[in-house]
């Protein structure tokens, strides 16, 4: 079976502009995650989704929002890029909702922005 | 004070030598553990869970005390594939948000 699967891999961006990130979760899980890691440092919390709602949200401005689709695969947008949004952003799949649920992360999308 | 807390590191060990880490947490409603394994430029793998009771796998042991509010993971008789970042996780009661802390970095020398 497939694992978490994002794309693209790599991208890179000027500043002001916008940026679209996808994600399919392994195959009868319903809870999608998004986090922002900065080299470094651990990930971040962005969004959480189950069941197409969103179920949490991270620290982040305005500029980040989310969905998920009926197929639970979602898509991470990213509007008015800055320098400081260049990072690994990653997304995980769970099988339920969240707490004591084991998450499995996608290799992630690696964003530079210029 | 940051929610979840780790030694930076680099922890740098001889092969077959046992290394502890420590997470620390500030939330005491928090109420689910893990451990994490990320290695150089790849996604992070759930390692272990941390159950109150302290569990096992193999060479790993986590524990939990939650009067000090700290989890733990112990490697016994290091690998050079051990060598790798460990990231503890906690989740708040009845949040939805993974925590991260920022990862202990280890590296085993032959």
């Known amino acids: 079976d497939a694992g978490v699967t994002q794309s693209p891999t790599h991208l890179i961006k000027t500043r002001g502009q916008h940026v679209t990130l996808r994600c399919s979760p392994i195959?009868?899980?319903?809870?999608v995650s998004w986090y922002q890691q900065v080299l470094g440092q651990g990930p971040q919390f962005i969004f959480q989704?189950?069941?197409?709602?969103?179920?949490g949200r991270g620290n982040f401005p305005d500029r980040f929002s989310a969905r998920q689709f009926p197929n639970y695969s979602s898509e991470l947008n990213v509007n008015a890029l800055l320098l400081g949004d260049s990072a690994l952003y990653l997304c995980?799949?769970?099988?339920?909702?969240?707490?004591?649920?084991?998450?499995?992360f996608g290799s992630g999308t690696q964003l530079s922005v210029l | 004070r940051k929610e979840v807390e780790q030694d930076p590191g680099p922890f740098n060990v001889p092969e077959g030598a046992t290394v502890a880490f420590n997470c620390t947490y500030s939330n005491s409603a928090s109420q689910s553990f893990f451990w994490y394994r990320q290695d150089c430029r790849k996604e992070p793998k759930l390692l272990m869970s941390v159950y109150s009771s302290g569990n096992e796998d193999g060479r790993f042991t986590a524990q939990l005390n939650r009067a000090s509010q700290y989890i733990s993971l112990l490697i016994r008789d290091s690998k050079l594939s051990d060598s790798a970042t460990y990231l503890c996780v906690v989740i708040g009661s009845g949040t939805y948000k993974y925590i991260f802390g920022t990862g202990t970095r280890l590296k085993v020398l032959a």
């Open positions: 989704y189950y069941e197409k709602e969103e179920r």
């Open positions: 195959s009868g899980h319903k809870s």
């Open positions: 995980a799949s769970s099988l339920v909702g969240p707490t004591n649920e084991k998450l499995f």
